[in-house]
């Protein structure tokens, strides 16, 4: 959760050059969060799987919040640059905002203990909210 509010407090910085408002921020994060736990707990426990306690599982993160905000910056600038880090230590690598983008969903994969196909599923909700939410931005402007 501290990596994730980290990525955040960086990507602030990024709506702010673009112009974009920060209730579109915090809509982003909010339906990029709602999104991914509706793939993880309704759509791949409740539905896919068939469980029927899939409501009283716990979920927590943020990840799909960033996921939809990165894919969002990634359609709006897709000039921008940010500085790639590994467990919070800089790497020397400069990515670009669809890298970046893919490279936080990479990681985030990459560190799920199970459920693979549950966690791709919610980045992929999240990254259609920030992709649907980026086109209204985009005709508003």
């Not at 969002?72 to 940010?82: K, M, N, S, T, V």
Request: proline share 3%; with cysteine; net charge neutral.
């Amino acid at each position: 959760a501290f990596h994730t509010a980290v990525l955040l407090s960086n990507s602030i910085d990024s709506f702010d050059r673009a112009g974009v408002s920060f209730p579109v921020f915090l809509a982003l994060y909010l339906g990029g969060c709602w999104a991914a736990w509706l793939a993880r707990v309704v759509l791949w426990r409740r539905v896919l799987n068939n469980d029927a306690s899939s409501f009283y599982v716990q979920e927590s993160g943020a990840s799909g919040g960033l996921a939809a905000q990165l894919l969002f910056l990634a359609r709006i600038r897709p000039e921008e640059r940010f500085q790639f880090s590994l467990y919070f230590v800089p790497i020397p690598v400069n990515l670009s905002a669809w890298q970046s983008c893919f490279a936080h969903g990479i990681l985030d994969l990459m560190q799920t203990r199970r459920d693979f196909g549950r966690q791709l599923l919610a980045h992929i909700a999240a990254w259609s909210f920030g992709w649907i939410l980026a086109g209204a931005w985009e005709q508003h402007q």
